[in-house]
């Protein structure tokens, strides 16, 4: 299958830039791949398409200020994307010192290359592990992307980060630390909302899966099949599980969907996983997916294909386009009930 056949035309007004008024505000896509049906709701009118027989899982993520900007020790500008603090390598001094990040910089940078962060803070490049580079920092990595960090907005936002974006490029029940880009499907909910889900008899789960900043990479290769995911570390806990058994799931987001359907797989409920899903994927376990609007030619947009059909998501997109929905981190949301 050719990545070409992913793609499709965009107006850039459309790219959202900001988030709708209040959380719930979006419109909603309701996609039914079995038929074909596109209907136009408002994402208020979510509640009204579930019930007492779906489980709807969560990613409690948490997006950390994972985005640096420096220079290099000798001069010149870099910017640096913490993907992965890595917690084995804590001293004795406290702290994890190491981490695996994104260098952006004029010239690339080397190992053994010195690099000043935030307030004065030092990183040592130590090599590369494939597109990421191993930096070991003069304190602990956590601290300092607390202290000095910025939220790290997808590169098709072109403001800074804002106030607003610290609270709106989150989901209302993030909770576990560990993600530089937000399950951007989560974010149409706030806690009133999930409670009118429960009250119609909806079991409500959790599990975590850290989305990495590859989830913005571009699918390089010309057939999809040769293409290769990054590695996201995933955890979910036996009463998610036990929470959707018998029921029909609904998952939230694409990160949700691949961490149930890695479950499924391998038998393993947490680990790291680069579980690639294109058209010919056979789903095991998600029955419906709450999702935005993708970037063409991504994997995101090749998984969106698999569950509800390559011709039935080409048609569901330019109906969108020619509706004037919003698309990507910040806007609009669509749910599909999957193909047989």
Known sequence: MLVSEFDYELPSELIAQHPAPERTASRLLHLDAANGAIEDLAFADFPALVGPRDALVLNDTRVVRARLAGRRASGGKVEVLVERVLEDSRTALGGAREALALVRASRSVRPGGELVVGDGVRATVLGREGELYRVRFSEDVNAVLERCGAVPLPPYIRHAPQPEDAARYQTVYAAVP???????????????????????????AKLTLHVGSGTFQPVRTA?????????????????????????????????SLRALETAALTGALSGETDLFIHPGFRFRVVERLLTNFHLPRSSLLMLAA???????????????????????????????????
């Not at 560990?178 to 409500?204: K, N, Q, W, Y």
């Not at 570390?233 to 998610?240: D, L, M, Q, S, V």
């Not at 998501?313 to 990507?328: G, K, L, N, S, T």
């Open 178 to 204: 560990g993600a530089v880009a937000a399950p951007t499907s989560g974010l149409h909910f706030d806690a009133a909302m999930l409670e009118r889900v429960a009250a119609r008899g909806v079991r409500i």
């Open 223 to 255: 057939n999809v099949e040769e293409h290769r995911m990054h590695g996201e570390r995933y955890a979910i806990p036996g009463e998610t599980m036990r929470a959707i058994e018998g029921r029909r799931v609904l998952a939230v987001g694409t990160t």
């Open 306 to 340: 698999a569950f509800a059909g390559l011709a039935n998501i080409r048609r569901a997109y330019a109906h969108a386009v020619e509706r004037r929905y919003r698309f990507y981190s910040y806007g609009d949301a669509m749910l599909i009930e999957r193909a047989a």
